[in-house]
């Protein structure tokens, strides 16, 4: 029986990784064998755990690339009931998709957490196929640093550089589409 694959998706400071720890430690409370995966290039506030914006935390294997991930673990259903993915949107396309459909097929399940969308408001293609492939979708919302109202968007703070700039609230904040710019 082939697994099912959640996946939650939102802006910065949303509370993707808060709902991501909740599902682990409902899994945990169910005695389920799991394992929690984040890229390494994820460096913010800790290389061994995935920790939310408000210093929530669970440990996890910081990997390079799938093949780093798959030497270290053995995906059958005997040994895993779910692997947990936090910042999807770092990881490699192709080898995500590859890899978590090698998962599912194995009959065991995926939660997945990430951003839709960089900071330009362009989809992050990651994050886009694994929300093709869910079974399940799950869209946060923040609240806007300018206004309060509901936030689809995360503002960069300083204008230019690289797509990718990991980063906090240092560099990013939360935006509604009425306050939010692309930068």
């Known amino acids: 029986m082939r697994g099912q694959l959640e996946t939650i998706v939102g802006a910065m400071f949303a509370g993707k990784t808060s709902e991501l720890l909740k599902r682990i430690l409902w899994a945990k409370h169910q005695s389920k064998k799991i394992i929690v995966i984040k890229p390494i290039i ?14 929530l935390s669970h ?10 991930v798959n030497d270290k673990f053995n995906f059958h259903k005997d040994f895993v ?4 993915l936090d910042e999807i949107q770092f990881m490699k396309s192709d080898e995500t998709l590859e890899s978590v459909e090698k998962i599912l097929n ?12 960089d900071s ?19 869209k946060i919302y923040g609240f806007c640093n300018v206004c309060g109202m509901e936030a689809t968007k995360t503002y960069r703070k300083t204008e230019g550089g690289d797509r990718t700039q990991v980063g906090a609230a240092d560099i990013y904040e939360p935006r509604c589409l009425k306050h939010w710019e692309a930068r």
């Open 106 to 117: 194995s009959g065991i399940d995926v939660v997945a957490a990430g951003l839709d969308q």
């Open 59 to 68: 440990e996890c294997f910081s990997m390079k690339d799938w093949k780093h």
């Open 42 to 55: 994820d460096n913010r506030y800790s290389k061994e755990k995935i920790i939310t914006h408000n210093d």
């Open 120 to 138: 330009r408001g362009r989809p992050w293609e990651t994050s886009s196929m694994l929300l093709g492939l869910s079974d399940k979708i799950i």
């Open 81 to 84: 009931d779910v692997v947990f």
